[in-house]
Nanobody, 120 residues
């Protein structure tokens, strides 16, 4: 079993910054991707950024140049540094792990509970 726990959400004024963290416990597959997703009210959940074990990174166009994803430490703590936040960034942010009990997966196999980011 894998547990993902996000932290770092909160309220910030437009133009401000927040840093999200996701701590993984349980069976961690360091060779598999991890990602941040977000879901705003009334909208579908969207991928914000992914990072693979070889360091390949992807961002959704709307956050390029403002957000930075990283994966650090023995437990593969996932972080998301968010700068120049605007109201369109307001959402619940979720950590995701692209694996299951057997292998890496092409879609998230595990999700965190989410952390709210509010921009005013």
């Amino acid at each position: 079993h894998v547990q993902l726990v996000e932290s770092g959400g909160g309220s910030v004024q437009a133009g401000g910054s927040l840093k999200l963290s996701c701590t993984a416990s349980g069976y961690i597959r360091k060779n598999c991707e991890m990602a941040w997703y977000r879901q705003a009210p009334g909208k579908e959940r969207e991928m914000v950024s992914t990072i693979s074990s070889d360091g390949t990174i992807r961002y959704v166009d709307s956050v390029k140049g403002r957000f930075t994803i990283s994966r650090v430490g023995i437990k593969n703590t996932l972080t998301l540094q968010m700068n120049s936040l605007n109201t369109e960034d307001m959402a619940v942010y979720y950590c995701a792990a692209y694996w299951n009990v057997l292998r890496c997966t092409i879609a998230p196999g595990y999700w965190g509970q989410g952390t709210q980011v509010t921009v005013s």
